[in-house]
């Protein structure tokens, strides 16, 4: 892959926000990300494809130092946002998090009411003044997720008695209340239904106006539908990344050509 090229047409289309340049994980003996370079654009949405186990929950951790959480991880290689090294040891984790918000693959809300699981965030980072600022910020973000007529009369019940869709919609009001410059989104859709789908991804396209978004997806449909960078990885390598367009209809590596026609993966 030509390397230099398709950094260049990333920069051409938006401004670089987040490069990473010889990207390794380890865990333990496994070695699950090799030698990944990639840059990310600035309000752009990209999306991350590939089989099960290729390294995509693994890399996308590696944005927002998710992976310092897991004691046998390792990271080596060097990840900028804005520019900036964010293992440098000045980096504090938990402001990286704020500006780096991230939905994962499980729903996990916090074992408090539906309004605090979404207040916390903007609370701790001072973001509103008084009730009423957090209130509408609650809303706002509820709104956003496409969660606010299902939560609206039950504020304050546990986040933990939703659904397991209502649940990750919750999770997704949670990263956007603190409006982060980069959200990274693993697998959103898998517990929703198509309903739900089509609000998040219309989210999804509402923030990419303002935002850097980055999406694991193991649909096809959702990655054409919602991205306009898509990366390829497969058995940990970083195999193809260029326009989605250009991956779904004339990918140039044989593996890619493989995975999205459904023969491998
Ligand atoms: N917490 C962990 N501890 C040890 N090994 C892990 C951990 N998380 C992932 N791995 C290993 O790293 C490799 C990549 O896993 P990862 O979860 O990143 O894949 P993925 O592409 O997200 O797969 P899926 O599509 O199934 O979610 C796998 O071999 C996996 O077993
Ligand atoms: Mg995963």
Redesign the pocket.
């Known amino acids: 892959m030509d390397d230099l090229r398709l950094i260049e047409r990333a920069v051409d289309m938006n401004e670089t926000k987040i490069s990473a340049n010889g990207v390794q994980v380890y865990?333990?003996d496994?070695h699950?990300i090799k030698d990944v370079n990639v840059e990310i654009a600035d309000k752009t949405v990209t999306a991350f494809i590939?089989?099960?186990?290729?390294?995509?929950?693994?890399?996308l951790r590696c944005l927002n130092r998710m992976n310092d959480t897991?004691s046998?991880?390792r990271v080596e290689g060097d990840i900028r946002i804005d520019g900036e090294d964010i293992y440098d040891k000045r980096v504090d984790p938990v402001q990286l998090r704020a500006k780096v918000g991230m939905v994962f693959?499980k729903p996990n809300p916090f074992p408090k009411s539906i309004y605090d699981n979404v207040a916390y965030g903007p609370k701790i980072h001072g973001l509103a003044r008084n009730k009423a600022e957090l209130d509408e910020i609650v809303e706002r973000a509820l709104r956003r997720a496409a969660l606010w007529n299902e939560a609206k009369d039950r504020l304050q019940e546990p986040g933990t008695g939703l659904s397991g869709g209502q649940q990750q919609r919750l999770c997704i009001a949670r990263a956007v209340a603190t409006e982060p410059e980069v959200l990274l989104m693993?697998?959103p859709c898998s517990a929703l239904d198509p309903i739900a789908t089509a609000q998040v991804e219309e989210l999804i396209d509402e923030l990419r106006q303002s935002y850097s978004v980055v999406i694991?997806t193991?649909s096809m449909q959702q990655a054409a539908r919602v991205s306009q960078m898509t990366a390829f990885?497969h058995l940990?390598n970083l195999v193809e990344y260029d326009e989605t367009g250009t991956i779904f209809t004339n990918p140039s590596d044989p593996r890619t050509e493989s995975y999205i026609s459904g023969r491998i993966g």
Do not use: L, W
């Not at 590939?50 to 929950?57: A, D, F, H, I």
């Open positions: 865990y333990g496994n699950a590939g089989p099960s186990g290729c390294g995509k929950s693994t890399f897991i046998v991880a693959q693993d697998e694991v193991h990885f940990g």
